[in-house]
């Protein structure tokens, strides 16, 4: 019987060969397991993420705020006073918030607000930024709503161009004591 004898040198092309071959399978079959593997995480992220909704959790506001008051026996009342954005009120607690200055002032800075303890109906806001900045915006005086909000009326005080603080006499509405910085620069 005959056999073939190799000569040292396919010998050894024999054995590098077969190395090549088996590290090419051993690269080809990571790859295939990382993918399927890639597609099963995936396939496990949509199942755990598909009840999410996003939602905007608010509030619907704007600007920074100076000013904050709060109704005296109803703690989900509130209003507060953007130094850009006028006044927002909420009446949840804060998960929704309703501008109800935009159509009624001429400035749209805040720097004070204040609601009568004796009527809540009546709330006083004062108008320009009182936090010294380089870029503060000017206000026009001193706004009053004796509906909760929905109408106000500019009372005064218009050459006042930062109020930072309204004090309202808890027995009488009508007398109010306003901090007024003036003119800043």
């Known amino acids: 019987m005959c ?21 090419f399978l051993q690269i080809n079959a990571q790859k295939k397991s990382a993918a399927s593997s890639t597609a ?9 993420f598909s009840a999410l909704k996003w939602r905007c959790i608010g509030p619907y506001r704007s ?30 607690g804060g ?16 720097g004070a607000i204040a609601v009568s303890k004796s009527n809540p109906n009546i709330v006083y806001a004062g108008m ?8 503060i915006s000017f206000g026009d005086g001193v706004y009053k709503t004796a509906d909760a909000g929905k109408t106000w009326k500019h009372i005064g005080l218009e050459n006042t161009d930062a109020i930072g603080t309204i004090a309202v006499d808890p027995q009488n509405p009508d007398i109010v004591y306003v901090a007024a910085m003036g003119k800043v620069f």
Not at 100 to 108: C, L
Not at 128 to 135: A, P, T
């Open 95 to 110: 998960n929704t918030w309703l501008c109800v200055s935009d159509s009624n002032f001429k400035s749209s800075s805040v």
């Open 128 to 135: 320009g930024e009182v936090e010294m900045r380089n870029n």
């Open 63 to 92: 600007g920074r705020t100076l000013a904050v008051a709060g109704v005296v026996g109803n703690p989900m009342i509130y209003y507060d006073g953007q130094t850009g954005g006028g006044v927002w009120k909420t009446t949840d």
């Open 3 to 23: 056999r073939p004898v190799l000569t040292g040198n396919v010998t050894r092309f024999c054995i590098l060969f077969a190395f090549i071959f088996f590290i």
């Open 40 to 48: 099963s995480n995936e396939v496990f992220r949509k199942k755990l």
